[in-house]
């Protein structure tokens, strides 16, 4: 409130620069006729136009001019915030101006670029948008980021090839790290496969490595038989709590948390005749081979068994080169069996597992395709198949049918989502906060995942994305301390009435009610500035800061003006 | 009915079971709220009706959020018609009271009253007596909804336009418990504006009122230039209700507007 | 839906655009001068798309009977309304 009352005593000074981008945007709207106009608007001091803003001699203007002209807010339009706000933000900070007094408007992308047949439009729509921003840049307050301490330990649910990989990835690191597996033992799925395609090693051995490895490792910790129970804290600043093999609750702090715990190969009952015995998935063909005795001559192997229908839509991606591989290794056992794979469309994706298909091929494994509408019907002696192309029906005698069923996400995955409260998409697999941007971070700061939990993945993708996990928990905490953006919710706690409207509108838990002082609180770390609180906040107690509503309404009022 | 809330009054005073009773005191002629923690005190209590049933309403519950605010320990008994106890459990809701410290004693409303309030529900359920009248339609809602569009704009532009920006309606409300209120920020409401921004001021207010409101109808009661806020406000109920299947006072929790869920 | 950058954002817009949309039925501003569409930033064409029909359904709606109520120095009122 102190800052208030003298900010109404300073003079306001706003410097406006306008960047042409060469001709990206001067090309299509007259950039002198916007810095003409914008000296005109209240408060603004100094216009300038500038071939390149951002360009070195561009930032210098900006810092030269805050120091000449006394600035004390900057506008910059020119083009994407997303880019090059964190640039001008610092050259202020350098500067001498809170980073938190500059604004930035993208007459790039929302004028020139959109409106490149119409420079009168373009050139006003600039205007317009540069008049907002300095509207708004005059209720602008600075502001401090804000810093919490880091605890340098990792958190890794999950001990399968993704798991390992990431423990192995953090240790390496030089961060400890306290690795959670719900089973007795270490190793996911692999412990269960014969050979690792496409380079076509031994499962085991490629394991035996691993785990050897990771529990070797003095800053690794091991709970086997354990499980996370609930979690506390946040980013940087997380508890655990475990229970552990012998059924005691222990506690462990870590900064972050990678979350591997897998998927599981679908069984069920019934599915193309299955019973586990003549009809049976990859998976349950795996230790058969891994036994190297191999009797059946005539083998059948159905692609997308339980996949891509109805009930689960996706496509597990993976099925098709197991089913090769397997195929594959059935001839090595046993040369003159005959193997027939029915499959919709064979997803056997980069170049190592496209050579797979060649030579498989060449190894007389024959390959039959089929139509969804017409699937393969599995009798007791034959399958029988409708050709799509020829449109007749034939039949395989055969004394083994093997399923590729799709990988499905595990039932306490809902659990798990739940206590760390990070979403999961309409199949169970979790939810990564972007998929090509950040695939292996939860929107949830500080919580990572890898694996097959987020999607069917090989083991190269599932060790790589454990890899890829801790190199995004280094980036969190190789730090000395976090720090994070002071646009966050503040309760001002004399006109608070405690109603907790905020607190159940937060989706990030950020709001909590303190008892004592019958008043709701912002916890500022957890805070990720949605608004939420702020719009509904019947009193105005709750705001965002840089989002007041002074800020908000001098932008609206603004646009109106025009 | 009068005597049978006078006795209830009395048992929980003299059992010690409440620091005092909120209720409406009749003195010179005036009736006027006010806390009643002496038996001896109850012959001037009254029920509000003075002329008519129920011309005499205060909201009762605002000043018990005073009393709770003040001693939070303490216990008080309060003077309730069906639209007040709606109001207390929608208080208990936003947590602006909290059930165990507060005594209710009801009183059912007669069917003219019912009528006039195109109230739905005229009785309390802690009451010390039975209902005696049923639950009416709100006329004056469907007479506004009968209307074309630009008639509605007409008619309420025409009303709103004779506000004086009083904040009686605001002042009265027993759903308005906010310390600040967002009709007096500069920013949202210019100050020194006449009549205030329109429709802006009222709806803003409605806005605010949405899955709160209780429909008691005091607004209305105390606006010096007759705006008809309960017309405003039963529709801004009923698009909470018929949108959202949400009724204040009567469901449990907020309204789904005031509640984030992930669906 | 469920897309929101921030959760459930949307979600709650949502809920409040149709309750806006009905008061202001009611006090006599038609509701399609409010209007929600979720747009990603990689859908340009539904954008335009949008907003072209957006501005139509302005244009033949007439101008805002707030605008012709209108006193010259009330600039603000213009903000409630498209
Ligand atoms: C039949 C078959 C054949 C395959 N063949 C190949 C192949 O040839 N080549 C290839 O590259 N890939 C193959 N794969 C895929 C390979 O198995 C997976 O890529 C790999 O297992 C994925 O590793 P992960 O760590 O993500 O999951 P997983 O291996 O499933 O490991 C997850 C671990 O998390 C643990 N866990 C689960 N829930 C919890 C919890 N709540 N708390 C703590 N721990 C928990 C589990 O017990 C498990 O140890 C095959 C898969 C199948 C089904
Ligand atoms: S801004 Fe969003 S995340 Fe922050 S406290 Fe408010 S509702 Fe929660
Ligand atoms: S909504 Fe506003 S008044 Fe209610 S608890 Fe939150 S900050 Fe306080
Ligand atoms: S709203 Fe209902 S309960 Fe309240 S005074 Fe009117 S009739 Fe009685
Ligand atoms: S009817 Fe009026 S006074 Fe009563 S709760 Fe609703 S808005 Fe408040
Ligand atoms: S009571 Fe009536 S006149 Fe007073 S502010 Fe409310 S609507 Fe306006």
């Known amino acids: ?562 | 009915m009068i005597e049978k809330v006078i006795e209830r009054v009395k048992e929980l005073l003299e059992g010690g079971e409440i620091k005092g009773f909120v209720g409406l005191c009749n003195k010179n002629g005036h009736t006027a709220p006010y806390l009643f923690t002496e038996v001896a005190e109850l012959d001037h209590l009254v029920v509000g009706d003075f002329q008519n049933p129920g011309d005499a309403r205060y909201p009762l519950n605002k000043l018990l959020i005073d009393l709770y605010r003040a001693y939070p320990e303490e216990k008080f008994g309060v003077l309730v018609r069906g639209c007040d106890e709606r109001g207390l459990n929608d208080l208990y809701v936003w947590n602006q009271l909290t059930p165990k410290n507060v005594v209710a004693v009801g009183i059912p409303c007669p069917q003219e009253l019912a009528d006039a309030c195109g109230c739905p529900k005229p009785y309390p359920d802690n009451s010390v007596a039975e209902p005696i009248a049923e639950g009416a339609e709100a006329q004056d809602l469907i007479r506004m909804e009968a209307l074309g569009v630009k008639e509605r704009f007409t008619q309420w532009m025409e009303v709103f336009s004779k506000c004086i920006k009083c904040y009686g309606c605001r002042d009265i409300c027993p759903m308005c418990f906010c310390k600040e209120c967002s009709l007096e920020l500069d920013e949202l409401i210019p100050r020194g504006e006449m009549p205030p921004e329109i429709p802006i001021f009222h709806l803003v207010r409605a806005v605010h009122m949405a899955g709160r409101c209780i429909d008691c109808g005091l607004c209305n009661e105390a606006c010096p230039v007759d705006i008809p806020l309960r017309t405003l406000y039963k529709k801004v109920g009923d698009i909470v209700y018929r949108k959202f299947n949400y009724r204040p006072g009567f469901d449990k929790g907020k309204s789904p507007l005031n509640v984030l869920e992930n669906k | 839906m469920g897309d929101c950058h921030y959760l459930y954002g949307n979600v709650a817009t949502e809920k409040r655009i149709k309750f806006m949309k009905q008061l202001l039925e009611f006090v006599g501003i038609e509701g399609e001068r409010l209007r929600r569409k979720w747009v990603s930033s990689a859908e340009a064409p539904e954008f335009v798309e949008e907003i072209t029909d957006f501005v139509n359904t302005l244009k033949a709606l007439g101008p805002s009977p707030l605008k012709r109520e209108q006193k010259p120095d009330q600039p603000s009122a213009k903000v409630a309304v498209a």
């Open chain 1, 1 to 562: 409130m102190a800052g208030k009352k003298k900010k109404e005593f300073e003079e306001l000074r706003i410097g406006v620069f306008i960047c042409d981008c060469g001709s990206n945007i001067a090309g299509h709207l007259d950039c002198k006729a916007v810095t003409e106009y914008a000296a005109t608007l209240p408060g603004v001091v100094f216009a300038k136009e500038n071939l390149y803003t951002c360009s070195e001699a561009g930032i210098l203007e900006i810092q030269e001019a805050i120091k000449k002209h006394k600035l004390n807010r900057v506008v910059v339009a020119s083009c994407s915030p997303r880019t090059h706000q964190p640039l001008f933000q610092n050259s202020c900070k350098s500067a001498g101006l809170n980073p938190y007094l500059f604004e930035m408007v993208n007459i790039r992308d929302q004028c020139s670029w959109v409106h490149m047949q119409d420079r009168e439009n373009a050139t006003r729509k600039a205007m317009d948008l540069v008049r907002m921003a300095v509207a708004r840049a005059a209720f602008l307050e600075p502001q401090q980021d804000i810093e919490s301490p880091l605890t340098p330990r990792v958190g890794v649910i999950g001990g399968g090839s993704a798991g390992l990989s990431a423990a192995e990835g953090l240790s390496r690191m030089g961060l400890e790290v306290v690795l959670v597996e719900k089973n007795k033992e270490l190793g996911g799925l692999l412990r269960n496969l014969h050979k690792v395609a496409p380079e076509g090693v031994d499962a085991s051995e490629r394991l035996e490595g691993l785990i050897q490895d990771v529990s070797s490792r003095p800053n690794v910790k091991i709970f086997t038989g354990a499980e996370l129970k609930s979690l506390d804290g946040y980013v940087g600043n997380y508890v655990m709590n475990i229970r552990d093999g012998e059924g005691q609750t222990v506690k462990e702090s870590v900064g972050c948390l990678v979350i591997a715990i897998g998927a599981i190969p679908l069984v069920q009952k019934g599915l193309f005749g299955h019973d586990g015995k003549r009809v049976i998935t990859q998976m349950e063909l795996e230790p058969i081979l891994k036994k190297g005795k191999f009797d059946a001559k005539r083998v059948v192997m159905i692609q997308c068994a339980g996949a891509r229908g109805d009930e689960r839509s996706y496509c597990s991606r993976i099925c098709c080169m197991i089913a090769v591989k397997n195929a594959m290794f059935i001839k090595k056992l046993s040369p003159d069996t005959e193997i027939r794979i029915l499959y919709r469309d064979m997803q056997m994706y980069g170049t190592e597992k496209e050579k797979m298909l060649w030579e498989a091929r060449g190894e007389g494994i024959r390959f039959e395709v089929y139509d969804p509408a017409h699937p393969p019907e599995v009798g007791d002696k034959a399958v029988r198949l409708r050709q799509p192309l020829l449109g007749r029906e034939i039949e395989f005698a055969y004394d083994l049918v093997v399923l590729s069923t799709p990988l499905v996400a595990r039932e306490d995955a809902s659990e798990l989502s739940q206590l760390l409260r990070v979403p999961m998409d309409q199949n169970g697999f979790f939810l990564e906060a972007h998929a090509k941007l950040r695939p292996l971070d939860f929107a949830a700061d500080g919580i990572f995942l890898a694996g097959s939990c987020r999607y069917p993945a090989t083991y190269d993708e599932a060790r790589s994305q454990g890899l890829g996990a801790a190199a995004r928990v280094g980036t969190i905490l190789f730090k000395d301390k976090l720090v994070t953006s002071a646009i966050v919710a503040e309760i001002n706690p004399e006109t608070c009435v405690g109603c907790m409207g905020c607190l159940q509108m937060c989706p990030y838990g950020a709001i909590s009610y303190d008892q004592e002082r019958k008043i709701c609180q912002v916890n500022e770390i957890l805070c990720k500035g949605c608004g939420c609180c702020a719009a509904t906040c019947p009193s105005e107690s709750a705001s965002l800061r840089g989002f007041k509503p002074q800020q908000l309404m001098s932008q609206i009022r603004a646009v109106m003006e025009g």
